[in-house]
């Protein structure tokens, strides 16, 4: 019985990792394309910020090798969306809370199996008060924005989710 047990959880757990993916042994690398940027706003360094952490996300949790060509899995795209945008009306009409949005177009190919590809946007926000300046707010909104959507890049590409 104990036998048959160990067998089972060591078989069933061969896709899994503590760490969250569940990539095929058989895909080895990731090719990240350069993602551009693809709408009138935000810092003009934005897209090699955002294909810095999402290189950094894969190489720290997979075990995959990161190749600038020809990988198993690739993803590429552009951030279409920087949008300032006033949330939480008050009574003068005035917005309560301002709120940064950063939007990402990602298209997903796994090489290994073609059925797992798909193109998506994904988007995260942050809020900031009304009473101060998107500049007094970027160095700080902006990484959280970006950590959060290379998690459900991450999620969706290499944990399945």
């Known amino acids: 019985m104990l036998l048959l047990f160990f067998c ?8 899994y990792s503590f760490t969250g ?4 042994p058989d895909v080895k690398s990731i090719t990240i394309n350069n993602f551009t940027l693809a709408t ?3 810092p003009a360094n934005l897209p090699l910020t955002f294909n810095e952490r999402l290189r950094e996300y894969y190489q720290r ?3 995959l090798k990161v190749v600038p060509s020809n990988g198993d899995l690739v993803l590429e795209g552009s ?12 009574a003068q009409d005035q917005a309560g ?3 940064l949005q950063i939007t990402v177009l990602v298209r997903f190919y796994n090489n290994k199996d073609e059925s797992k590809n798909f193109e998506q946007s994904f988007s995260f926000y942050q809020d900031f008060p009304q009473n101060q300046t998107l500049s ?3 160095s700080r909104l902006i990484p959280r924005i970006l950590d959060q959507i290379v998690l459900d890049i ?7 989710w």
Do not use: H, M, W
Not at 21 to 24: A, R
Not at 154 to 160: P, S
């Open 40 to 42: 009138a706003g935000g």
């Open 136 to 138: 007094q707010n970027e």
């Open 97 to 99: 809370v301002n709120r």
């Open 79 to 90: 951030i279409t969306g920087y949008d300032l945008l006033a949330v939480a009306p008050t």
């Open 154 to 160: 991450f999620n969706k590409t290499a944990a399945d």
């Open 8 to 15: 089972l959880t060591t078989t069933g757990c061969r896709l």
């Open 21 to 24: 993916s569940t990539l095929s």
């Open 61 to 63: 949790y997979t075990n």
